[in-house]
Structures are given as C-alpha cells and as structure tokens.
C-alpha cells in the first residue's frame, strides 16, 4: 500500500481552526468569499478535480451542503480566494441555500459546526452533470468515481 500524498491546504482557513470571518455569510459579518485552497500529490489518472463543502452537524438530519464544484482541469491546483458563482473554468451547482456556487457557514446558535473542505481526484474530465440539476447527481458522480480525496476541516459557532 503506498502512501496517501494528496493533501490541501489553505491560507485563509487553514485546517483545524476557526473558519476566517472572511468567509462567513454576510449576515454573520463575512464577506461570503470561498477560502483558497491548494492541493498536490493528485493519484496518476486524475483527469480532473471536485471541490465540496459539507457542514455534516448543522441540525437537517442529512447535514448541509456549502459547496459542489467540479470540472476543475487536471491541470488546476488551487483555486483563489473568492471563486466568483460563475467562473467560467469549473461547474457549481446549486448549494443548500438555493444558490449557484459557494456560501460560508450560517449555522444557528448552538454547539461547534464542523466545515469540511475536500478536493476530489476524478478519472474523467467531465462528470456531465447539468449544475441546474439537484447536486446529488453531481455528488454521486464524485463521490462514485473518485479515485483519491484529502480533505480540511475548520469550525465555526455561533454563541448567542
């Protein structure tokens, strides 16, 4: 078995902290900008990548979906701070909120969320998947024929 070598990073929300304010929903005083990411050590026969946002405490019974996007060339490895919802290099689909792209966490008052960032590496180049279509058809698409994912995990709460 060799060893795991994909791994991401970020500068705005490096794993293990707190989410940076700057990520945050408006509302909570963010500015609502996806965090930097950047991989390497993608498995040979990465055709392309996915990125999604997973919110696996918020209080739905099936978690909260922040982020899916996939179509990121092969050759892509990071993703600026603030991903615009309609960048034209990669497909987004609709989120939990009802909208195209990346919105921060929003969690209610309560205990810790947790807010898993993870890059997926896919065999294909495409997944072929319509973005205006529900993100389970995006997500079965990743989550089937991944051939790695590296994943950070940053927090956030809301006290009062």
């Known amino acids: 078995m060799s060893e ?3 791994t991401v ?29 950047t991989w390497s050590g993608a498995p040979e026969g990465t055709r392309s990548f996915a990125v999604t946002l997973f ?3 918020a209080p ?13 060339p092969a050759t892509t490895t990071s993703l ?5 919802r309609e960048e034209p290099s990669l497909q987004q689909g609709v989120n939990d909120f009802g909208n195209r792209g990346y919105d921060g966490p ?19 180049e495409t997944l072929g998947v319509d973005p205006d279509g529900p993100h389970i058809r995006a997500r079965f698409a990743i989550f089937s024929q991944q051939l790695a ?4 995990t940053a927090h956030y709460q809301v006290t009062n």
């Open 55 to 57: 919110d696996p405490d």
């Open 60 to 72: 739905t019974g099936s978690g909260f979906w922040h982020w899916i996007a996939w179509d990121i």
């Open 9 to 37: 990073t970020s500068n705005a929300t490096p794993d293990g902290t707190e989410v940076a304010p700057q990520q945050l929903v408006e509302n909570l005083g963010g500015q609502n900008l996806s965090p930097d990411l």
């Open 106 to 124: 929003e969690p209610p008052a309560g205990p810790p969320h947790r807010y898993t960032f993870t890059v997926h590496a896919l065999p294909v």
């Open 149 to 152: 994912s590296t994943s950070l």
């Open 80 to 84: 600026p701070l603030g991903v615009p």
């Open 4 to 6: 795991n070598t994909f």
